[in-house]
């Protein structure tokens, strides 16, 4: 791998678990998020992290960042922006809304009902925003963090599966171990430390990383292992729907950045297999249940299923 990208991936992992303690595991998936110029979507219950890692990771970056707090009254104009009019020069000039950032921490996701949350999808998988007949580019990179709690159901929505699918991964933050919330608990005495974070990667070493991650391996025999993964999804009887070819692509390519981070210029079974449960789960759906109203079940499903497909030698 070449020595910038590791540089770059040293400095960043640093600067981030400098505020987000106890949580690599979490911290080295949002990094296989932004390598691969795909989404991530954390869940878990409120206070263990999910907006203070988003944060970490933005303000690590010289980019430019925004947050957006999704309500049940946000309007998706309040998202991608709109035209006003000018009444002394009888024009519409275009006023951008956040989701125009190299960063967007999209927090709480699931207050805001489905019409709002659509907004986001141009934006996720185009990389650009349609208003009034016009297109506008997204920034270059462009990465949607994005938060929910899966337990609380009043005032909610679930995300459709097309929303799903924009995510490349999804995963649980978890509680800090004993030794890491006594940390947490101990450094927050002169105030919130991730608000003295600086930015320690600028935008242009981010797309250069992205780029030498197109590089990595894959080698025939562990190719077949995903494709086995990925077909296994299409023919399961616990299933009614597999793996997407998007959804392939996207694991093929988060396998490649995990491969990158963990320093090799290739990819392994383990990456293929470690990487199945947040990637595929959340793309796949049970026979006789709702998209997104089981997740345990779901993953369990497919952990069953993946250790069913034989692993290359």
Known sequence: MADSTQDFLERLVKNVESVVLGKHDVVEMMLVALLSDEHVLLEDVPGVGKTLAAKAVSKSIDGQFSRIQFTPDLLPSDIVGSSIYNASSGTFSFSAGPIFANVVLADEINRAPPRTQSALLEAMSEGQASIDGKTYPMPDP????????????EGTYLLPESQLDRFLIRIEV??????????VLTSHNLGEPVDQLKSVVSLSDVRSAQQSVRKVQFEASVLDYLQDIIEATRKSNDLQVGVSTR???SYYRACQSLATVKNRKFVTPDDVKSLAIPVIAHRVLPKGFAAGSDRKLVEATVKKMINAVKVPV
């Open 142 to 153: 462009f990465l949607v963090i994005a938060t929910q709690n899966p337990f609380e159901f």
């Open 174 to 183: 978890g509680y800090p171990s004993r030794e890491a919330e006594r940390d």
């Open 247 to 249: 959804g392939a692509l």
